[in-house]
């Protein structure tokens, strides 16, 4: 399973990077707002900022809902860095541009996706990526991880290349039974990423080594 950010913190997404684990990066309007990063020149110049730490996908958002704004903003996206994959609303309007980004070999992520007809939907247009809201599903009462695995179970009834790119995580755990579950890729905040590493048994562990150690060499 690949490990993408989700995130528009410079910092951030460095350490990922640093940890080795990293693969991608994903992006949303409201994250690049909770980093003060507003105006069209900046969120760009921030997007190049980005696919310069991480040599893998990054995904940046358009705003437009309609079809010829959709097409002229991810390209313009798309015409900052190579790595970038442009990220459409799941919306009839957002279909067809993937549509229509797919049949220019331009990559995409399908974002805000609750349903698996929607996942099936975008998987039909020729997205390269969807974004099933895991976190935001378990919110409404609804189980997130179900939708992994009956995306999973259609995408592999008739081999879609498109890859299921769980977003919305919001622990350890998600990360866990989405990579159980098959998804391809999953997208997590720095510290869900981190979390995996935790136990405390591994840390009674190397303490008591270090101590025992410490003994032998006195
Ligand atoms: C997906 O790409 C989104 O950026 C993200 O995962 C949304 O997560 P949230 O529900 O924690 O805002």
Do not use: W
């Not at 507003?38 to 969120?43: F, K």
């Not at 696919?51 to 309609?66: F, H, K, L, R, Y």
């Not at 039909?124 to 995306?151: C, E, H, M, N």
């Not at 866990?176 to 997590?188: N, P, S, W």
């Amino acid at each position: 399973m690949k490990f993408f950010i989700d995130t528009a913190n410079l910092q951030e997404i460095q350490e990922a990077y640093e940890m080795g684990i990293l693969d991608g990066v994903t992006t949303n309007p409201s994250l690049m707002a909770k980093e003060g990063i507003t105006g069209y020149n900046n969120i760009l110049n921030h997007y190049v900022k980005i696919c310069q730490i991480v040599d893998g996908p990054v995904s940046a958002e358009v705003i437009s809902t309609e079809f010829q704004g959709m097409l002229e903003e991810g390209q313009a996206l798309f015409d900052l860095h190579p790595n970038i994959v442009v990220k459409i609303p799941m919306i009839p309007e957002g279909i067809k541009a993937i549509r229509a980004f797919s049949d220019k070999n331009i990559p995409t992520n399908c974002t805000l996706v609750f349903s698996a007809g929607q996942a099936l939907l975008a998987a039909k247009a020729g997205a390269t990526y969807i974004s099933p809201f895991l976190g935001r599903l378990d919110d409404v009462s609804s189980d997130g991880l179900d939708l992994i695995s009956q995306i999973r179970a259609i995408y592999d009834n008739y081999d879609f290349d498109t890859q299921i790119l769980a977003a919305s995580v919001r622990h350890p755990m998600h990360i866990v039974h989405c990579a159980t579950l098959g998804a391809d890729v999953m997208t997590a905040p720095l510290s869900a990423i981190k979390a995996l590493a935790k136990h405390p048994l591994t840390d009674i562990g190397l303490q008591q080594f270090l101590a025992d150690h410490a003994k032998g060499n006195a």
